[in-house]
């Protein structure tokens, strides 16, 4: 925070996906505190710049600042992501201008701040807030692909479409019931890790964009409040090839 009302240093890691000392920063602290504590433990993190493979050993997907055009920017949605999986799962999203920590452990429930989520629910698409982004691919088809889904969105018709600018804090607006469905193409794990349980420890759903079973490394997702939501908007959203998470 003290970080995000300062001029900010930029690197351009590929146009337009921006890096900041602060992601790097907030990185080593998270990284160094879990060796500490956890030496035998994995991490997938963004900064390693190597596929995301995931094993059965304990391992934490962190992503150190989700949002970093947002933060740069001083727009007020930035998050730090912690997700780990294990045979047990837990996910933090921690939205730091909002100072709302949400958490989730697999079978136990997802909170807010301390109180229990409950998404919403709702099971009618055309009652829907839908949460979405343009996103970080910007060759012709992946932005052909993703401004055309909005108006197939909106076409649906849902009640609206909105933007944060992270994955993470989109992602958590399904779990508190303040938007029905998120639907994103391209991000990556550790954007969504920790929110895909805490979307579904607060009973929502969480798919792959062409309806099948949700793929941590296929940067595909919609997160629903129902499933009759979650393919309502996988039989109108179109996909764009995009490398795997876990592909060399
Ligand atoms: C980005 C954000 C954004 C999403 C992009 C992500 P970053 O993550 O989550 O909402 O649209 O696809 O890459 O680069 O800020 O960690």
């Excluded at 956890?38 to 600042?65: K, M, N, Q, Y």
């Amino acid at each position: 925070m003290a970080a995000f009302l300062l001029q900010k240093e930029v690197q351009l890691k590929s146009s337009p996906v921006l890096v900041t000392e602060t992601d790097q920063r907030v990185e080593k602290i998270l990284i160094s505190a879990i060796r500490a504590r956890f030496p035998l433990h994995r991490e997938e993190s963004v900064a390693a710049g190597e596929p995301c493979v995931l094993t059965d050993e304990p391992t934490w997907i962190i992503d150190p600042i989700d949002g970093t055009v947002n933060f740069v920017h001083r727009f007020p949605f930035v998050a730090i992501s912690i997700a780990f999986t294990v045979n047990k799962q837990f996910g933090i999203v921690y939205s730091c201008v909002e100072d709302k920590l949400f958490h989730a452990q697999r079978g136990r429930g997802a909170f807010l701040n301390g109180e229990k989520l409950q998404a919403s629910g709702q099971e009618d698409v055309s009652k829907c807030v839908v949460v979405t982004e343009i996103g970080a691919e910007r060759d012709d088809l992946a932005l052909s692909t993703m401004t055309s889904n909005i108006l197939r969105l909106l076409q649906l018709p849902v009640h609206g479409v909105r933007a944060l600018g992270t994955a993470a804090v989109d992602m958590c607006q399904v779990a508190t019931g303040g938007a029905d469905a998120y639907y994103h193409i391209g991000m990556h794990c550790w954007d969504i890790a920790a929110s895909a349980i805490i979307v579904q420890e607060a009973g929502g759903v969480v798919m792959d964009t062409d309806g099948s079973d949700f793929d941590m490394m296929s940067r595909r997702v919609i997160a629903a409040s129902s499933t009759s939501v979650a393919n309502s908007i996988a039989q109108v959203v179109q996909a764009f090839p995009c490398r795997r998470d876990d592909e060399d």
